[in-house]
Each structure stands twice: as structure tokens, then as C-alpha cells.
């Protein structure tokens, strides 16, 4: 083989591989993204925070006013 073929058929083998990671990447970071906006919505139910979040009990004593008229 000479250096010219080698060269390209080294990079058909990289232009392969790396179209292949690239679409493995954007699925993870898509699916990471969806996640992160799903968890954000369950965080604003009382029922799901209470489940998914265990910083709760540290915030404090919440401050219940009367409610003025």
C-alpha cells in the first residue's frame, strides 16, 4: 500500500467511528437534557420533591402569615 492509501483509509476508518460517537453523544446529551427537565418538574410536586429530594427537611421552619383581607 502505498502512504497516499494508507492515509485515506485511515481516515474513511476515522470519519466512520467518529460519526458513530457523535450520534451516541448527541442521543446521551439529549436524553440527559429530558431528564433534567423532567426531574425539575417533579421537584415543583410536593409529593415527587418530598421523594426526590431529601434537602427539604434543612431548609427551615416555613413562615405561615394570616392571610390579610
Known sequence: MSDKE????YTA???????QA???LRRALFILFI????FQAA???PVFRHLLAS???YEGV???RP???
Open 6 to 9: 494508507e492515509r485515506d483509509a
Open 13 to 19: 476508518l476515522f470519519l466512520t467511528f467518529s460519526e
Open 22 to 24: 457523535e450520534r451516541w
Open 35 to 38: 431528564s433534567i427537565c423532567l
Open 43 to 45: 421537584l415543583n410536586i
Open 55 to 57: 434537602s427539604d427537611k
Open 62 to 64: 416555613p413562615i405561615h
Open 67 to 69: 392571610e390579610s383581607r
